[in-house]
């Protein structure tokens, strides 16, 4: 008798709770049912009231209120496929002026870049570990020159500068590596010229043609692996409102401060790479250098100590054209929407890969030599003389 009479007692409960349930169902139906048979466009107080009643009655007899929609799901933020280019100006007359400018100055920069690779490829004299990292150093710039300049002048004749997030991505990508992989280029260089100056009699036994190859390959290396372990975290932020880039490329400083989440990690992991990659190589040019003055002032003669400085003058050159520029761009991020950032920029993307060659061709001259000797042999006069002595040379092969 005991235990039937608890079972009743526990039954009570339950019975109350499923007729709450039922009573709640029946009210919001009701409800809904009232709101929907109201005409268009009256919002009566007295549906919302019998709403917000029904509601009070459903939390008292069920115990908890339905969650609304909005709590269901998480916050709907939608993915940044473009980015939108602002370029160096949104005149469309300037920008059909500045078009052949640039055009000219991208050509210049391929045919003096790509004519260095080939005459030291095709001049014997030239095939030292100067003139190897010399051709390297053109072949980075011609690859970071067309990473830019093909995509600024399609924006000069297009109306739209979209770029597609994945292509904004890949040119950093490039830049980032051809740009870091030249600081280590560089700085072997600087190598090279203090082997050269200090330890002139063990030169060829320490720079070795085998040795020359490593540095390269450790240089582009070293560029590849900085680049990838600063972009992919970059561009894995999340991208979800703006998306107007305040500049005529893509840079990482400018494509970070759209995005939506804290880049704190990001800007710590760019702030690395250019300490140890491109301060780094500086340090170790610095330094170099620093080495190559102590053994110029070893030389007893001045004419020695001439010769030996204008070995060094034309990297020398090339180093201060490159990190001043890179510089007085970087280290003032706050200025990115100044005419004056943008001026530097175009200075040091366009004109530092169209001078490099220039400067160590004007101040060179075993590369004036090999240039006039080649505008001999091609010379109008000549060309008879030139198939004669192949032909010869060729017959004097077979014979052998």
């Not at 051809?178 to 280590?184: N, S, T, V, Y």
């Not at 005529?248 to 760019?270: A, E, G, H, K, T």
């Not at 003055?293 to 020398?316: D, E, Y």
């Not at 890179?326 to 175009?346: C, E, Q």
Request: hydrophobic share 45%.
């Amino acid at each position: 008798m005991a235990a039937a009479m608890q079972e009743a007692v526990e039954e009570v409960p339950i019975m109350a709770m499923l007729t709450g349930a039922a009573e709640c169902a029946g009210i919001l139906e009701k409800s809904s049912l009232g709101s929907a048979t109201a005409p268009v466009g009256m919002a009566t107080r007295g549906n919302n009231t019998a709403g917000e009643s029904s509601r009070g009655q459903c939390k008292t007899h069920c115990g908890k209120e339905a969650p609304s929609r909005s709590m269901e799901g998480v916050e709907n933020h939608t993915s940044v496929a473009m980015f939108i280019l602002l370029g160096l100006s949104d005149k469309k007359e300037l920008q059909l002026i500045l078009f052949p400018v640039f055009l000219g100055i991208y050509l210049g920069t391929l045919i003096w870049n790509l004519g260095l690779i080939i005459l030291i490829r095709i001049n014997s004299k030239l095939h030292t570990p100067m003139y190897l990292f010399l051709s390297s150093l053109s072949f980075i710039d011609i690859c970071y020159s067309s990473s830019i300049s093909p995509r600024i002048l399609s924006d000069f004749l297009s109306d739209e500068k979209n770029i597609s997030f994945m292509a904004c991505a890949t040119q950093y990508f490039v830049r980032a590596w051809m740009g870091l992989a030249e600081c280590c280029l560089l700085a072997a260089m600087a190598y090279d010229r203090y082997i050269a100056i200090g330890n002139p009699l063990q030169y060829s036994a320490i720079m070795l043609p085998s040795h020359c190859w490593k540095m390269i390959a450790g240089a582009c290396a070293s560029g590849f692996l900085s680049s990838l372990v600063h972009v992919v975290p970059c561009f894995h932020l999340s991208y979800c409102g703006p998306n107007v880039i305040q500049h005529f490329l893509c840079d990482i400083p400018q494509v970070i401060s759209l995005s939506c989440s804290n880049p704190f990690i990001c800007q710590m992991i760019v702030f690395l790479v250019a300490i140890f990659v491109g301060l780094g190589s500086l340090f170790i040019i610095l330094l170099s250098y620093g080495f190559i003055a102590a053994s110029i002032l070893k030389i007893s003669s001045v004419k020695g100590s001439a010769k030996a400085f204008n070995t060094c003058a034309s990297h020398l050159a090339a180093v201060t054209l490159l990190y001043s520029t890179s510089l007085s761009v970087y280290m003032h991020p706050g200025s990115s929407h100044s005419v004056k950032h943008k001026v530097l920029s175009i200075f040091y993307v366009i004109f530092v890969p169209l001078l490099n060659p220039l400067i160590y061709s004007l101040r060179n001259k075993d590369i004036k030599e090999a240039i006039k000797r080649q505008h001999f042999y091609f010379s109008k006069n000549n060309i008879c003389a030139a198939i004669i002595i192949t032909i010869r040379k060729r017959e004097a092969s077979i014979c052998k």
